[in-house]
């Protein structure tokens, strides 16, 4: 079955850098699309962008460009978001999602996730 | 941007109970509309997609509906493992959640 496995929590310190692994098993990895969302405490889940698997293209939200960066390493199986100049309001829960259709471009919906990890960014 | 909003923020209901969740858009949206549920300490699970078609696994009482602005979640009884939070999803935008307690 599919599985998306996560790295395990992290605290920063605010300016600093983290980087959220997933793995991925049970399904040919470059076929579909992973995207990383983050759910901070009482907040709705927000998406930060995608990673095409098979070429490397990514797409990222406006709210985090030039602070994120998605990598992956294909014959691993395993995605890589990079997010830096940390601070407190990224505290949160993130998570890496596979796109529900196959070879797609967009954030159509996520039918599998990681178990998320949480990140603390705390002085 | 295209806001979701949910209502009501909170359901109290009881096990046997139908419950019906609504998801409006700010603007017309395409069918992919998707809901999730979640619990306290897990991922969210893939419920529906493409606003009427239920994931792998998901059972028959769970059924979604809508169009254009208005789409709905209903959990035809539920069950004690129903009770949790439900968000809507449409492309890159999520709504922010009914919480169906107890």
């Known amino acids: 079955q599919v599985q998306l496995v996560q790295s395990g929590a992290d605290v920063k310190k605010p300016g600093a850098s983290v980087r959220v692994s997933c793995k991925a098993s049970g399904y040919m990895f470059i076929t579909y699309t992973l995207h990383w969302m983050r759910q901070a405490p009482g907040q709705r889940l927000e998406w930060m962008g995608w990673i095409n698997p098979g070429n490397g293209n990514t797409k990222y939200s406006q709210k985090f460009q030039g602070r994120i960066t998605m990598t992956r390493h294909t014959s691993a199986s395993t995605v890589y978001m990079d997010l830096s100049s940390l601070r407190s309001e990224d505290t949160a829960v993130y998570y890496c999602?596979?796109?529900?259709?196959?070879?797609?471009?967009?954030?159509?919906?996520?039918?599998?996730w990681g178990q998320g990890t949480l990140v603390t960014v705390s002085s | 941007d295209i806001v979701l909003t949910q209502t009501p923020a909170t359901l109290s209901l009881s096990p046997g109970e139908r419950a019906t969740l609504s998801c409006r858009a700010s603007?017309?949206?395409?069918?992919?509309l998707a809901w999730y549920q979640q619990k306290p300490g897990q991922a969210p699970r893939l419920l529906i997609y493409?606003?009427?078609n239920r994931a792998t696994g998901i059972p028959a009482r769970f059924s979604g509906s809508g169009s254009g602005t208005d789409f709905t979640l209903t959990i035809s009884s539920l069950e004690p493992e129903d009770f949790a939070v439900y968000f809507c999803q449409q492309r890159s935008i999520f709504g922010g959640g009914t919480k169906v307690e107890i």
């Open positions: 603007q017309s949206v395409s069918s992919y």
């Open positions: 493409d606003t009427s």
């Open positions: 999602a596979r796109d529900g259709i196959a070879d797609s471009w967009h954030e159509d919906w996520f039918d599998s």
